[in-house]
């Protein structure tokens, strides 16, 4: 049913379920476990608590979530559904509650950022998190929520909007403040031909996305790097955070025109393969912060915790470059009406 370029078949991260429920993230507690667990690629430097109130789950967030509700939805049935608002960035689909309730969620994946449930029925419900939607996992009094990173998460039990009774015994609960999150229903052969879906790129952890593919949607572009990896079309989902800290990886600065990492025929050169090695090892990363962090949970056992990224560049304006022997200063400017966050010395 799934198709080859969905995410979500292989899931090698335990599940909710055996890491127990009795535990929920506290964004408020963020900083003693940044600082407990740095990771690969992020150096243990905490961003300022500075948040741009526009930015919204990436990538790897929406991964993490999605790694998060697969254990408990998938093989479950969807018992009952409550849809106690029915106006998220659209309306409901009619008949939202009638073509769900009674479905057995037959996968969980992903594709860019939206989450993909396949139910027994051939529909596909699609959802968004927007702008600040979140998922709790649900057991009795106790909640936990798959996936926080840079952007701390409502719990206001009066924007939970949709949920999901499952047969595995948990309640999947959509909260939504402000109310940019999106639930759709598509019938799975109609999904690549979506509006949503059919001009989203390729997925940047896919196999299919290597320089050769990279540098083929770059050649000849005359906007910036930043614009074209912030460009859907050219990779899914990437978004502003790890496009910056990718570009920071790389060495390459996010003003460099998008043509130069390709040769006159569209051939990657040494900068493209660069560069996706950085995306896909910055996204990884990011990920593996999610899953450890879940896993740090069941080690405290009960103890509220939490995760925080740590950016190389990106909210770090005005701070030194972490770049060995670098000793540049992170810079801010804006590009395609973004902040882009990074170092004039070593990305060139
Ligand atoms: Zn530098």
Redesign the pocket.
Known sequence: MRRARDVGAENEEPGLVERGLGLFLDHRRVANVGRRTGFAGFPCVLPPAMHDATTMPELPEVETVRRGLQPVMEGARITKVEARRGDLRQPLPKDFVKRIEGRVVTGVGRRAKYLLADLSSGDVLMMHLGMSGSFRVAKDDAEKIPGEFHHPRSQARAHDHVVFHMSSGVRVIFNDPRRFGLMLLVSRPDLDAHPLMKEVGPEPLGNAFDAAMLAAACKGKKTSLKAALSDQKVVAGLGNIYVCEAL?RA?LSPKRMASTIATRSGAPNERAERLVDAIKIVLQDAIKAGGSSLRDHRRTDGELGDFQHHFRVYDREGRR???PG???T?KRIVQVGRSTYF?????K
């Open positions: 920071h060495r470059c972490v770049t670098c000793g540049g992170v170092c004039p010395v070593c990305q």
